[in-house]
């Protein structure tokens, strides 16, 4: 079964356009995030939820709004995509914060805004 | 905040050779450290993880060392195969993680 798993795992749409990004873990973990991966690999985290409360919120424009209904869910909604938007979205969920167990990756979404 | 940086950024090796990436951070505060391999089109993943009470571990042909005075830790991998081809991120953190900028490992066969 898979531990992480977000959808849709592609994502190609138009600048101006609203999409979202699903993610679900089914570890019991109660600590989710979002992570942004630029082109040039580079990984830094957006977000992170402990039991569906905002515990990190980095610098992040504020079209993109995170929502977590329940701990096994975490959801990225982003609004008036951008070109600059372009780039791989990774969740993940640990148990702990992630500065003290290890955290496990989705798949990742490819969001290309074209 | 934490500050991370990794050296180097490509690193290729032949195959049985050893493979070292080293990093530095830069709060004090941070206690944990571990190392991620991002395979082609793949999530990261972890292979091995240091917390600020030891200086070494071990896990078969991969090894991490930490300088906590320094504020450096490194990733020491041997006897190299190519599945070992992966990009390499370390992190670090208290809180939260702060990840380097990684290292794409190319291992010549």
């Known amino acids: 079964d898979t531990a992480v798993s977000q959808t849709p795992k592609y994502l190609v749409t138009q600048m101006g356009n609203d999409k979202s990004i699903k993610c679900e873990q089914n570890?019991?973990?109660?600590?989710m995030y979002w992570y942004k991966q630029d082109s040039k690999k580079f990984l830094k985290i957006m977000f992170s939820?402990?039991?569906?409360?905002?515990?990190i919120n980095e610098t992040v424009p504020n079209r993109f709004s995170p929502k977590s209904p329940d701990k096994a869910h975490l959801n990225l909604h982003i609004n008036s995509l951008e070109l600059g938007d372009s780039a791989v979205y990774f969740c993940?969920?640990?148990?702990?914060?992630?500065?003290?167990?290890?955290?496990?990756f989705g798949q990742g979404t490819r969001l290309t805004v074209v | 905040g934490e500050n991370v940086e990794q050296h180097p950024s490509t690193l290729s090796v032949q195959e049985g050779d050893s493979a070292v990436i080293k990093c530095t951070y830069s709060?004090?505060?941070?206690?944990?450290f571990p190392w991620y391999k991002q395979e082609l089109g793949k999530r990261p993943q972890l292979i091995i993880d240091?917390?600020?009470?030891?200086g070494e571990k071990k896990d078969q042909r991969i090894a991490v060392t930490l300088n906590k005075t320094a504020k450096h830790f490194s990733l020491h991998i041997t006897e190299t195969q190519p599945e070992d081809s992966a990009v390499y991120f370390c992190?670090?953190?208290?809180?939260?993680?702060?990840f380097g900028a990684g290292t794409t490992v190319t291992v010549r066969a």
């Open positions: 240091i917390r600020s009470n030891v």
């Open positions: 992190a670090a953190g208290d809180y939260k993680l702060s």
């Open positions: 709060d004090s505060a941070s206690n944990y």
């Open positions: 939820y402990n039991n569906k409360e905002l515990i």
């Open positions: 570890l019991g973990h109660d600590t």
């Open positions: 993940a969920s640990s148990q702990e914060g992630t500065a003290n167990t290890e955290a496990f």
